[in-house]
Structure formats: structure tokens, C-alpha cells
């Protein structure tokens, strides 16, 4: 009997003991230094890889120890994947509750009103290599579109609301596109027809994105807006650059910096200086200003409006104006001295390629 008791106070000796070097190690960071360490847990990472990676970015005193310690709680099967904002001051138990926590680390995707697909393909691919290349292969994929949308349209532009997206480094890209489109959806139910319009939506959303690409003045979206429409109730070309810029990019997966006479001359479904019509889909991603002013045209009877180099326009209502306007603004070497679309596009680009933040249109 007594030796039953002493084998039974040994082995609670034993479990206390065990209990307290737990503890011990649990309680007691690797370091002092309250320096921050991303950490990142792969996919298909096993745990003695984990804590392996630990130990090496000083997270973790011992990785056999954090192993074991790992699988005594319970926690070794609720490690999750993803970017972890840790600090080496941190306890192992700290430690563990934040990569089993799922929180990872959050990033800003800005997409500004009027960037286009190709815009935030480059937008991800800055965050992380080859995202924004599974981006555009998601969001061109028509049967992808059709599970989202219901619709059978070729890509979801257009339909990708301009906004500030927190996404992670493993975000899916078909979450971050549902949550766009249903921005989109929420937005457009907001905006109230004018009654001489009734555009359908596909309409609304080709023509908002035209406004958007046009102007850099927000005043302007209805006046801008008022053109198209007069235009397209007499059945005259829309004759809109961005149009045909659009064009150019779907069919060869790259920024034009230039339109040739060719380009102009060629009938394409998005040359609108060759179809007297709307393209056949949006060309960019329009914001709530620029979908409301689709619908909500300005009361005018301008046909022209010319760029005055600086993001605004002067409007005209016959081709005479027009023409004046034109040597004004465009034949002056002066008026456009470093003002042209081409430079100003080539300026936004160097801008993004540095990091710099992005105007919107």
C-alpha cells in the first residue's frame, strides 16, 4: 500500500513538474527587444517547420520545445495560414494565439474611380508578384462572371467598385471581386434615374465609365454626360479617345501611350469615332459621381468639348466652335507644352511603378 502511495505521489510530482516547465516555458519570451518580425505560415507548412521558422526569426527560444508545447494544448491543428505581425518580447503562448488566430496581417488595395482592370491587375502585382495576374485571369474569366453577376458579359469591368480594399496576402481573389461587386451593387441601387434617360444598367455602367476616363474635374461629369446623350439622340459618333485607348489594351494586354490615324481609322467595336454607338462594354470602373451623372445629364446643347491641358474641358455646341477650340488648345505647341494625355499618362505611370500614390481620374 505504501508503495502504491509513494508510486502515485512520484507521478504527481512528475505531472506538477511537467505542468510548471510548461508554464515556465509558455510565460518566458525569447527576448527583451520589443521588435516587430512578420512572420508568415505557408500553406502546407508542417509544425516542426513552424516552429523551426520561429527559433530562426527569434520568436521562439527552442523549436523542439514550442513543438511540444504546441500539440500539449491542443493548438498544433489550428496553426492557420497567412502573415503574422509578431514581436520578439512576445511569449510563446502570445506567440501561439496569434498564428492560430487567423488574423493576418491586412494590406491597403486603393483602386481610384476610373482605373481599369489591367490598373488593378498592377495595383496587386505591387503588393504581391503574380496576384494581379490571377486577378485578371478571375475577372476575364466568363464563367467566373457569370457565377458573380448572373450575366454573360466577357469580364467584370465596370463592376469593380472603386474603393479602399483590406485584403491579406492569401485573401482569395474571388472574395476580394465578390466584395466589388457587391459595392458596386450597393451603390447603384442609390441612384435614382433622370426620367429622360431610362438607360439599362449595362448602358448606365458603359457610359459612366466613358465620364470617368474623360475628365479629371468632377464638375464636368453631367456637362460631359450631356454631350454623349445629345450626341447618341442624333445618332453621331461618341468619338471618345478612351474608347479606343481601351481597345488597344484588350487587344494587347498593354498601355498605349500613342493613337495613330490608323488606330482612329480602323473599325473596332470600342473605336467610337467608327461605330455610331456605345462600345460594346464599360472601359473602366466608374464611382457613384460618374454612374449618377450617366443617368442625370446635364440640360444642354453642347456636341464638343475640348481638353484645355489642364483635366478640364471648354464645351461647344457647333463644329465651328469646336474647330477654334481645337487650334486653342491642341495645334498650340504652348497650350500643351507638357500638358498632353500621353505625357500626363506616362507621369501617372512613373508614379505608380515608384510607389507614389495614384490621382484618381
Same mark, same amino acid.
Given at each position: 500500500m505504501k508503495k502504491v502511495v509513494a508510486i502515485l505521489i512520484v507521478a504527481l510530482l512528475v505531472v506538477i513538474g511537467l505542468f510548471w516547465l510548461i508554464h515556465e516555458f509558455a510565460s518566458q519570451p525569447c527576448s527583451n527587444a520589443h521588435s516587430q518580425v512578420v512572420f508568415e505560415v505557408l500553406p502546407g507548412q508542417p509544425l516542426a517547420a513552424v516552429a523551426s521558422s520561429l527559433n530562426k526569426d527569434g520568436l521562439v527560444e527552442n523549436?523542439?520545445?514550442f513543438t511540444w508545447y504546441a500539440k500539449f494544448t491542443g493548438d498544433a491543428k489550428r496553426i492557420k495560414v497567412g502573415q503574422y505581425q509578431l514581436y520578439k518580447d512576445m511569449t510563446p503562448r502570445?506567440? $501561439?494565439? *496569434?498564428?492560430?488566430?487567423?488574423?493576418?496581417?491586412? +494590406? @491597403?488595395?486603393?483602386v481610384p474611380e476610373g482605373d481599369n482592370i489591367f490598373e488593378i491587375r498592377e495595383a496587386l502585382n505591387k503588393l504581391w508578384p503574380r496576384r494581379g495576374d490571377e486577378f485578371l485571369q478571375f475577372? %476575364?474569366?466568363?464563367?467566373? *462572371?457569370?457565377?458573380? =453577376?448572373?450575366? !454573360?458579359?466577357?469580364?467584370?469591368?465596370?463592376y469593380l467598385f472603386?474603393? =479602399?480594399? $483590406?485584403?491579406?496576402?492569401?485573401?482569395?481573389?474571388? *472574395?476580394?471581386?465578390?466584395?466589388? +461587386?457587391s459595392h458596386f451593387e450597393q451603390t447603384i441601387r442609390q441612384i435614382d434615374q433622370h426620367e429622360s434617360t431610362r438607360m439599362s444598367e449595362r448602358d448606365q455602367v458603359i457610359l459612366a465609365s466613358m465620364i470617368e476616363k474623360e475628365t479629371g474635374d468632377p464638375k464636368e461629369r453631367t456637362i460631359i454626360s450631356s454631350v454623349f446623350h445629345n450626341r447618341l439622340k442624333i445618332g453621331m459618333r461618341l468619338q471618345s479617345d478612351p474608347t479606343i485607348i481601351y481597345g488597344?489594351?484588350?487587344k494587347?494586354?498593354?498601355?498605349?501611350f500613342d493613337i495613330t490615324r490608323a488606330d482612329i481609322a480602323e473599325k473596332t467595336a470600342y473605336n467610337t469615332y467608327r461605330i455610331p454607338a456605345l462600345p460594346p462594354g464599360p472601359?473602366?470602373?466608374? /464611382?457613384?459621381?460618374?454612374?449618377?451623372?450617366?443617368?442625370?445629364?446635364?440640360?444642354?446643347?453642347?456636341?464638343?468639348?475640348? @481638353?484645355?491641358? !489642364? /483635366?478640364?474641358? *471648354?464645351?461647344?455646341? %457647333? +463644329?465651328?466652335?469646336?474647330?477654334r477650340y481645337v487650334?486653342? +488648345?491642341? $495645334?498650340?505647341?504652348?497650350?500643351?507644352? /507638357?500638358? @498632353?494625355?500621353?505625357e500626363l499618362s506616362k507621369k501617372l505611370m512613373r508614379e505608380r511603378n515608384n510607389g507614389g500614390k495614384s490621382p484618381a481620374h
Open positions: 523549436a523542439k520545445e502570445q506567440v $501561439l494565439d *496569434v498564428i492560430t488566430s487567423g488574423e493576418s496581417i491586412r +494590406y @491597403s488595395l486603393v475577372v %476575364t474569366n466568363r464563367a467566373n *462572371v457569370r457565377r458573380i =453577376t448572373g450575366h !454573360n458579359w466577357p469580364s467584370m469591368e465596370g472603386p474603393d =479602399t480594399y $483590406l485584403i491579406t496576402k492569401y485573401t482569395p481573389i474571388s *472574395v476580394l471581386v465578390r466584395e466589388m +461587386y488597344l489594351w484588350l494587347t494586354g498593354r498601355q498605349p472601359i473602366a470602373n466608374p /464611382g457613384k459621381a460618374a454612374l449618377w451623372a450617366a443617368v442625370n445629364p446635364a440640360r444642354t446643347q453642347y456636341l464638343y468639348f475640348v @481638353s484645355r491641358n !489642364n /483635366g478640364t474641358h *471648354v464645351f461647344s455646341k %457647333t +463644329y465651328r466652335e469646336q474647330e487650334r486653342m +488648345y491642341q $495645334l498650340n505647341p504652348a497650350a500643351r507644352a /507638357g500638358k @498632353s494625355w500621353r
